[in-house]
């Protein structure tokens, strides 16, 4: 889900901006070895002002400029996950941040007026408001325009950077696909215009095979062919390489998958992902799998110059990643690394730390309710507008009253109403007798 270079998530900011904090890392890395490349003109201007005042609607108490729509989406996203029906104002207010040529922007303070060309179109936050909206239903002309300008910027490669016209990267054709998916397209039936190229011909430019150093076998780079393993790149891209998106479905009782890492006996490199993207989620599958083994079931991550600590929001999405390959023994360790440790992290970095694991839970088949102690559905619900209403299948209400149509009131009157019946029968009949 996260994109970027090894960052450790700032005390004072969101999950979300350490993802696109780290992606900015990534981009400037890259011009320190190229000499060329600039970071997405994202991070240099932001979508609009900081506001004074929060929007109604909007989840998370913390500045949205770069972060809003992402935010928004994985909040609600895992919400539908687990049965509840989002606040009508909070799906208002994704909707409404929407272009009008279909793309997104991190945060509009003022949706009525028009994007202008200054306005930064992001396709991370485009494909992530797609995967809500879709999920959700009732916005098919908002996908439909949004899907649409994400084939309008595909790269030549068959990729996606964040931003339109820079070079692709591993992360964000990852959430493209998902956001293809998501809509009802296949991703590999949507190629550049120029070249012909799939978006998985382009994830697999970053697949380091044989060639890369021993450690690395199978890794996806951010970016740059040759760079540097990454984890967070790793995870995003074996989740897209089996056409998958935030969210993924437990795997079912019983099902499991053991992982088996590249290998690079006589030409097994050929064979295990060089040109097979279920291939290559197999070898990242296997990167992850030796990362989180080596760190105590965790990833790592540091702030240039910092010591590395955990990474609990690339742990999460390793967990999905695991899970997409119908690793269920493999992402179980790590999930119970994030059941025991995770409460905090979620808890200082607001709605999309929730989400993702809530997404996490879902993927693994486990309850996001009860999660080391936790309710993440009551905790993420609490950082936003009341839900609407609770899903028939979870039984519960938002509130988490026990639903299902006969509430204690429901129950009360039917028996007065009983009751009221049941006298005048008997009051007619006495008046009968005499």
């Known amino acids: 889900m996260a994109p970027m270079a090894s960052m450790a998530h700032p005390a004072p900011s969101t999950h979300s901006v350490a993802f696109l904090a780290r992606r900015a890392a990534t981009a400037l890395a890259a011009v320190a070895v190229l000499g060329a490349a600039a ?6 201007d932001s979508a609009s002002a900081s506001p004074k005042k929060l929007p ?12 809003g729509v992402w935010r928004q989406s994985l909040a609600l996203l895992a919400q539908d996950t687990v049965g ?6 909070a799906v208002q207010w994704l909707a409404g941040q929407q272009c009008a040529d279909g793309s997104f922007t991190a945060f509009r303070a003022e949706p009525g007026t028009p994007c202008d060309a200054k306005t930064p179109r992001d396709t991370n936050q485009t494909a992530a408001a797609v995967q809500a909206l879709a999920a959700l239903g009732g916005h098919g002309d908002t996908v439909k325009k949004a899907v649409s300008w994400l084939e309008s910027v595909q790269n030549d490669d068959g990729g996606w950077s ?24 296949k991703p590999r039936s949507v190629t550049s215009k120029k070249g012909g190229k799939t978006p998985y011909d382009a994830l697999l430019t970053f697949r380091l095979g044989c060639e890369a150093k ?20 790793t995870a995003a891209a ?19 998958t053991p992982v088996k890492p ?23 599958a296997g990167y992850l799998v030796a990362q989180l083994g080596k760190n105590g079931q965790h990833l790592l991550s540091a702030m240039p110059g910092a010591k590395e600590q955990p990474d609990v929001g690339n742990t999460a999405d390793a967990v999905v990643a695991l899970a997409a390959g119908a690793h269920t023994t493999a992402a179980a360790k790590p999930l119970k690394w994030l059941e025991k440790n995770a409460a905090g992290w979620a808890k200082q970095n607001g709605p999309a730390a929730y989400a993702q694991l809530v997404l996490a839970a879902h993927a693994t088949g486990t309850d996001p309710r009860s999660f080391g102690g936790t309710d993440l559905v009551a905790a993420l619900n609490a950082t936003g507008p009341a839900p609407a209403a609770a899903a028939a299948k979870d039984g519960k209400d938002a509130d988490g009253s026990q639903g299902g149509g006969f509430g204690l009131v429901w129950i009360i009157g039917i028996g007065l109403a009983i009751g009221a019946g049941i006298g005048f029968l008997l009051s007619s009949r006495k008046k009968t007798q005499l």
Do not use: W
């Open 39 to 44: 970071a997405p003109a994202a991070y240099a």
């Open 238 to 256: 074996a989740t897209g390489a089996l056409g998958k998106g935030f969210v993924v479905e437990p795997a079912g009782k019983g099902a499991d």
């Open 56 to 67: 109604d609607g909007l989840y998370g108490t913390k500045d949205p400029q770069y972060d």
């Open 162 to 185: 964040s931003m339109a016209g820079s070079a692709s990267d591993a992360n964000s054709t990852s959430v493209v696909i998902g956001a293809l998916a998501a809509a009802g397209e």
């Open 84 to 89: 509840i029906r989002p606040a009508a104002s």
């Open 214 to 233: 021993e450690g690395a076998h199978g890794a996806f780079t951010f970016q740059l062919k040759g760079a540097a393993p990454n984890a967070d790149a």
């Open 262 to 284: 590249l290998s690079c006996k006589d030409g097994d490199d050929k064979k295990a992902g060089s040109s097979d993207p279920a291939q290559a989620a197999e070898g990242g």
